[in-house]
């Protein structure tokens, strides 16, 4: 019994099929002499279907003598497989897709036939380059705003360092001056004052603290891995956490942009160790290649999931990402379950 599909019998040819694609369509020999061509490439060329046939593709297409730069059917032939290919037309500044497929078929004289297919992708084209350019103008505009930020620490760092620890340094003379004139009968005075000079040391050390943690001076005098070393002595000295660190070589001529940029990664990724990763030790490594400077940190601990890396929220993998992206390299995270995480910074000594 038949069906009520069965019963509709539909019939196309090739020619249909062509000229209902709403591109360019043609099928074309290995010469690229035009066999057959849509609906869409006739009206493009003004031409009928009869007077299209055998025309020269170069010629009837973009009024050349021979095949444009780039066209994918000369490579199409030599391989014998299908071949897609982006072109800009100068002539008429459009940007299109060029895609060239073997087909089983050939002409009465033995050549080859090829199927051609061009899309208009112009609109597409500007919008990725409009995209680019505003990429671009925001990793710009993020870095001009680090930039800031790391002028402003700077600053800060210096007036707490300075001001701050003046501050505390006459207080503390002023308390010593007080404690030599108490007699020493007043027993309960000494001991208050010799509380008070303990607690000037720690408020010392702490002005010290946060001035280092704003922009650590070593950074600025002595460099990227006197910088990562210390920073991995002073968080080794407040955890349980045993840091190793190795530079090849142990100093780096960089300027003070990557210098910042890879000691700020070093900084969070080791934070992140502190916070979530369990770890009970971590090896840090900077090395110099021929034309660009890597920094592995690596860990024992519970291992970084691969929901973790991409995780729209996690703002300091993004954080670390784009540092590196603004100087036109890349960070690598990769985690194993009880086998700890591994991020690898590269970035080249001159921009991409």
Not at 2 to 16: E, V, Y
Not at 131 to 155: D, K, N, P, V, W
Not at 158 to 182: C, F, N, P, Y
């Amino acid at each position: 019994m038949k069906s009520k599909n069965d019963s509709t019998s539909i019939r196309l040819g090739i020619s249909d099929l062509m000229d209902a694609l709403p591109f360019y369509v043609m099928l074309v020999d290995e010469d690229h002499y035009i066999l057959q061509a849509n609906r869409a490439v006739r009206a493009k060329l003004g031409l009928d279907p009869k007077d299209i046939v055998g025309k020269y593709c170069p010629a009837a297409v973009h009024g050349l003598d021979k095949p444009i730069d780039g066209c994918p059917l000369e490579e199409a032939v030599e391989r014998d497989q299908a071949v897609e290919r982006e072109i800009f037309d100068a002539a008429s500044g459009r940007w299109v897709r060029s895609a060239v497929y073997p087909t089983k078929g050939s002409t009465a004289d033995g050549r080859k036939v090829f199927f051609h297919m061009v899309t208009d992708i112009t609109d597409r084209k500007r919008a990725e380059e409009e995209l680019t350019a505003s990429r671009e103008q925001l990793r710009e505009l993020s870095q001009h705003l680090e930039s800031i930020g790391e002028e402003e620490r700077t600053r800060l760092a210096r007036e707490i360092h300075d001001e701050m620890g003046q501050l505390l340094t006459g207080l503390k003379i002023d308390v010593s001056w007080i404690a030599r004139r108490l007699p020493k009968a007043e027993v309960s005075l000494l001991e208050k004052t010799r509380t008070m000079n303990e607690l000037i040391d720690e408020a010392v050390q702490t002005v010290k603290r946060i001035s280092s943690e704003l922009r650590p001076g070593v950074l600025d005098h002595l460099g990227l891995a006197a910088a990562i070393e210390w920073q991995a002595q002073e968080l080794e000295k407040r955890t349980q956490i045993r840091f190793e660190f190795k530079s090849t070589p142990k100093e780096f001529a960089l300027d003070g942009g990557r210098s910042t940029a890879l000691f700020r990664i070093c900084q969070e990724a080791l934070t992140n160790v502190i916070r979530h990763a369990n770890a009970s030790k971590v090896r840090i490594s900077l090395r110099e290649g021929p034309r660009r400077i890597i920094l592995r940190i690596s860990d024992n601990g519970t291992g970084i999931e691969k929901w973790q890396v991409s995780d729209s929220k996690a703002f300091g993998l993004i954080a670390m990402r784009e540092r590196a992206r603004s100087w036109g390299g890349d960070v690598m995270i990769k985690g194993s379950p009880g086998r700890g995480t591994v991020v690898a910074v590269t970035i080249p000594l001159t921009r991409r």
